[in-house]
């Protein structure tokens, strides 16, 4: 990924934020007929004083159906990396935002983005027990935020095995994890403030960005 210095963002906890905000990630692998990429959803197991077993950059789950043939090419070069791509918050930024466009004219569209990128190997994981515990805590990930969380034992457990038998699971060891904030920090101050206002009032769903606009460009906003 190509990261100017002033767009990096190396902070653990901001990278796995990232990650647990936007868990539906690209999974990425080389195959014998060239890359091959599925969107999937991913658990962050991370580092923490309570297990510190863990990898030091953290540990990925996820699963695959098991007719995707993705997991058998992983399978079989099981010393080759994959890339996965989580996207953050992202939007169009027009020139007209910028003071800059006002005083010379020179100026041109970009976007604005939040991104992380992982490298790592993978094991692929055929155990039942693995598995349950996946789909339990992927689901309660998601569903703890809920007033009434639907749980994986609502469903009959005889259904839930036989769906079970259909997915793989993935265990990815994160060797690489980098970040990159394109959030308009490298505009001068008066184009930063102008970028900003330009998202409230006139970018619906733009709370995010209008937040890391103001906090990485020192805006004094959170």
């Known amino acids: 990924m190509y990261e100017p210095p002033q767009f990096q963002e190396t902070r653990p906890d901001v990278l796995h934020g990232l990650i647990r905000a936007h868990p539906l990630g690209m999974l990425i692998s080389n195959g014998p007929e060239g890359p091959v990429a599925n969107a999937i959803p991913f658990l962050l197991d991370a580092p923490s004083g ?16 098991r007719a995707n043939p993705q997991w058998r090419l992983i399978a079989d070069n099981p010393a080759s990396p994959v890339l996965i791509v989580f996207q953050g918050t ?109 998202l409230e009032s006139e970018v619906a769903d733009s709370s995010d960005m209008v937040r890391l606009v103001k906090s990485y460009g020192g805006l004094g906003g959170n």
């Open 50 to 65: 309570l297990n510190e077993s863990l990898p030091p950059n953290g540990r990925l789950r996820a699963h695959l159906a």
């Open 90 to 198: 992202d939007a169009y930024v027009t020139p007209s935002w910028y003071e800059t466009k006002r005083e010379t004219g020179k100026v041109v569209p970009t976007w604005n983005y939040a991104i992380v990128q992982v490298r790592g190997t993978v094991k692929v994981m055929d155990d039942q027990d693995w598995l349950a515990r996946q789909i339990a805590d992927l689901t309660a990930s998601q569903e703890g935020v809920r007033e009434a969380p639907w749980a994986v034992t609502d469903a009959p457990a005889p259904f839930i095995q036989s769906q079970i038998k259909g997915i793989i699971g993935l265990e990815i060891e994160i060797g690489e994890i980098h970040g990159k904030w394109k959030v308009s920090q490298n505009r001068p101050v008066a184009d930063r403030v102008g970028v900003a206002h330009g």
